[in-house]
């Protein structure tokens, strides 16, 4: 099959199978997997024009509600933690596009700063996973989110057999920042923010997962008008390969929804050792990126 705009041609259904093998793992963790699709179009498919960044982010869009929707039908959607998330993430896109274009063509420093802080994230996510043994011994019931409580500085609700809360004002901050890094990288920002959520701040990540989803969702629908619409250097835009990102889009779409029904089955443990080798796929990434 023969996809014009990326300049590719291989199998129709390689494409959905690979997105639902990696989604349905990765969701479980909050990720889209996105970060993965994205090297295997490169160095597998051939796809290396700047429209296979849009593209990626055509394939969170096609996949992330499949996930969304799973999380929300079983109540385990934390709103107030996506609401912030969201409010937090886009203005930080936007500035980091902007960073990107202008003042930062080639990030190379920086790269290797943020490989370094999400070498930590990643060994403080392996600390947790030691110290966690227990096993899941809730029914289904339990996993919904309920009395929840918020202002303008904190939230909390109650979660399994525990009250969990965290502060409004931090979580912003956090998700401006890890914004400004998704748009300078082309990221949506859900492989930083998800381990640096369950890590660095304690939050349970079957909280987590379905608001990440969602705020890398929104992220997505920018990151692709912007892609689209606002000029690169040079005058020109980047729209997505469409014909290629439906067909990511479609396996990630069955792999993020049956991975989201599937996580409360998962061990917690199991799900965050998930988190910590995708942080640290992306910090070596990053570092290698530096010495070459």
């Known amino acids: 099959m023969t996809f014009p705009v990326a300049g590719i041609e291989t199998y129709w259904f390689l494409p959905p199978l690979v997105a639902f093998c990696i989604s349905f793992f990765t969701s479980m963790g909050g990720v889209s997997g996105a970060f993965l699709i994205l090297p295997f179009q490169m160095s597998v498919l051939g796809f290396t ?8 982010f055509l394939y969170n869009l096609m996949g992330i509600p499949g996930g969304v929707y799973r999380y929300i039908r079983e109540g ?3 709103w107030p933690l996506a609401i912030v998330m969201v409010v937090g993430t886009l203005p930080g896109v936007l500035v980091g596009y902007i960073i990107r274009v202008r003042y930062l063509p080639d990030p ?3 790269k290797f ?8 994230i ?7 996973i030691r110290k966690n043994t227990k096993k899941n011994s809730y029914g289904e019931s339990s996993f919904r989110i309920e009395n929840i409580k918020y202002s303008l500085r904190r939230v909390s609700f109650d979660f399994l057999t525990n009250e969990v809360s965290f502060s409004v004002p931090l979580i912003f901050s956090l998700s401006l920042i890890i914004g400004t890094i998704g748009g300078i990288y082309g990221i949506g920002g859900g492989a930083i923010l998800a381990p640096f959520l369950v890590s ?5 990540v079957y909280v987590v997962s379905g608001a990440v989803l969602l705020g890398t969702f929104m992220t997505s629908v920018f ?9 690169l250097k040079g005058g020109v835009t980047a729209p997505p390969d469409w014909l290629l990102g439906i067909l990511f889009g479609l396996g990630g779409l069955a792999g993020m929804y049956l991975g989201a029904r599937a996580q409360k089955k998962m061990p917690e443990r199991a799900i965050k050792l998930i988190l910590a080798l995708v942080i640290l796929m992306v910090s070596g990434k990053y570092i290698i990126q530096f010495f070459r």
């Open 76 to 78: 385990r959607m934390c």
């Open 200 to 204: 660095v701040l304690g939050l349970p």
């Open 108 to 110: 190379k420093n920086f």
């Open 122 to 128: 990643g060994y403080r996510l392996f600390l947790s």
């Open 223 to 231: 990151g692709l008008s912007f892609y689209s619409l606002i000029p």
């Open 49 to 56: 024009s700047p429209s296979v960044s849009s593209t990626n």
């Open 113 to 120: 700063f943020v490989g370094i802080v999400l070498l930590y």
